[in-house]
């Protein structure tokens, strides 16, 4: 009777692994596909290394019985076999995660927003890096200033969503 309730307890979160990962392939490759470029590469291999831990996993489960001292390493290997997919959105993170950035602000906007919302000169130097899309912290860099005072000055963005 126990050896059955593991069966059908593997048996269930293997179902549930594979209803979620299908779920999630079909999302991420339909997105993927409506783009064009280096991300759509990127969602789609993820996607493809997601499914290759799954079936990682899936062809360990059936050795979980079979010996004990085999079971720790099964264990680990279940567990670590998102490693690889987690491991290459490391490596291609500044592929995925670009700053949002202003491709064509107008100036004549922005010195309207600049005088309605009186922004001093130290925060129109900021939003001028923000608008570059630069980071926070790169933006202390430029302006000398310490990354504190840009997150104050940005402690406001009243400002930022009319841009």
Same mark, same amino acid.
């Given at each position: 009777?126990?050896? !059955?309730?593991?069966? *059908? ?10 209803? +979620? ?9 339909? +997105?993927?596909?409506? !783009? ?19 079936? &990682? ?18 264990? &680990?290997? +279940? ?6 997919? =987690? ?13 949002? /950035? ?15 919302? /009186? ?9 001028? /890096? ?6 926070? !912290? !790169? ?7 310490? =990354?504190? *005072? ?14």
């Amino acid at each position: 009777m126990g050896m !059955q309730l593991a069966y *059908t307890q593997i048996g269930l979160t293997m179902f549930i692994e594979l209803l +979620y990962m299908s779920l999630f392939a079909s999302v991420v490759l339909s +997105y993927a596909k409506k !783009q064009n470029g280096p991300n759509a590469k990127i969602m789609t291999r993820f996607t493809l290394l997601m499914i290759l831990g799954l079936l &990682l996993r899936v062809a360990v489960v059936p050795f979980y019985f079979v010996s004990s001292w085999i079971l720790a390493p099964l264990i &680990l290997i +279940y567990f670590l076999s998102n490693f690889i997919p =987690l491991f290459y959105v490391k490596l291609n993170s500044d592929f995925i995660f670009r700053p949002v /950035q202003a491709e064509n602000p107008v100036e004549e906007k922005k010195a309207l927003i600049y005088e309605k919302y /009186q922004i001093t000169k130290r925060e129109r130097e900021i939003v001028e /890096q923000i608008c570059q899309g630069k980071t926070n !912290q !790169q933006i202390a860099d430029t302006l000398f200033i310490s =990354l504190q *005072t840009v997150k104050d000055h940005l402690a406001i963005p009243r400002f930022l969503v009319e841009l």
